[in-house]
């Protein structure tokens, strides 16, 4: 089988050494087997059986060279019959802090980033595998049992492909209101902590008695006193269910999340909530994540290879 990582999707102002060792490390891993790996560095195709992309591109993204790259990449790989390997920031960030320092770990996923429409190599489970995960990052499930008070509502990248190129404002403003004509709880508004510019027009645009703008770089600080938490389809979901903080997803396609099986969908249920068991998905989606070491010593593509054939 031959493999190309493709340096070129990276973005060509990116000052983090850690991506391209991303894609290194899955070479210098497919190269302990008897495959073939290469570390290309041009922005051209190469006839491959799997081609490796440090991020996504989706319909919305901009039309950016290294993004409008990636794009050429996935379409060669489609009309070849061929796959694609999309690596992304890990799930449990707010535990981590910094996204891809070597020791840390990554998501991968075959094809897509959706739960729709990318494999995420949870086919077969096993339960050691969100163990290990679970010690070496310290995390700890928390009970349902000691929620709090306020609605911790948070929003994504204004006009991000995964909310399909809606502005986040409007999206906002409109589940403000519908959190407001089920409970009169107090809303804290939180905003993606890498948008300053949402953050700034939030600060001038939102007015609403009873809404907080959160700052708190911690979103476990938000989770600590949190009854649910209301999402569009983004990874926040994931750690308040870890926080022992039910979610309610406003994406009304609940493949596209990561949590879509374990979320909440009617937001009328606001002041009920289904506390959904955590174990199963946990253990799912612990299969797509994997650490520096993992990659360079072989252990991902010895598990990975066998669902890229």
Not at 61 to 76: A, E, G, I, M, Y
Not at 107 to 128: A, E, H, M, Q, W
Request: proline share 5%.
């Amino acid at each position: 089988m031959k493999v190309v990582s493709y340096h070129s999707g990276i973005p060509p102002k990116n000052n983090s050494p850690e991506k391209p060792l991303i894609l290194s490390n899955f070479i210098e891993g497919v190269l302990r087997s008897d495959d073939i790996g290469i570390n290309h560095y041009q922005p051209t195709l190469q006839d491959c059986d799997l081609a490796v992309l440090q991020g996504f591109v989706h319909e919305n993204s901009k039309n950016t060279p290294h993004l409008l790259f990636r794009k050429q990449v996935l379409d060669r790989q489609r009309l070849n019959n061929a796959h694609t390997i999309v690596v992304d920031s890990n799930l449990f960030l707010f535990q981590t802090g910094k996204r891809n320092t070597p020791g840390n770990y990554l998501r991968y996923s075959l094809d897509g980033v959706f739960r729709n429409t990318g494999f995420y190599f949870d086919k077969d489970i096993d339960p050691n595998r969100w163990q290990i995960i679970k010690n070496n990052l310290g995390l700890e499930i928390k009970s349902y049992d000691n929620r709090g008070e306020h609605i911790l509502l948070c929003l994504q990248r204004n006009g991000g492909w995964s909310m399909g190129g809606q502005d986040v404002i409007q999206f906002a403003h409109k589940t403000i209101r519908q959190i407001k004509q089920i409970t009169s709880r107090k809303i804290i508004l939180r905003p993606h902590p890498g948008d300053r510019k949402t953050m700034v027009r939030l600060q001038n645009e939102i007015k609403y008695a009873n809404v907080q703008l959160s700052s708190n770089p911690d979103i476990r600080t938000d989770l600590a006193n949190s009854w649910a938490t209301v999402v569009f389809n983004s990874s926040p979901g994931v750690a308040s269910l870890i926080n022992g903080v039910p979610v309610f997803q406003m994406d009304a396609r609940p493949n596209y999340s990561m949590y879509g099986e374990v979320a909440n969908t009617d937001i009328t249920a606001l002041e009920n909530p289904t506390l959904y068991d955590r174990q199963d998905w946990l253990e799912s989606i612990a299969m797509c994540h994997w650490s520096f070491d993992e990659l360079k010593d072989g252990t991902a593509w010895k598990f990975m290879r066998n669902y890229v054939q």
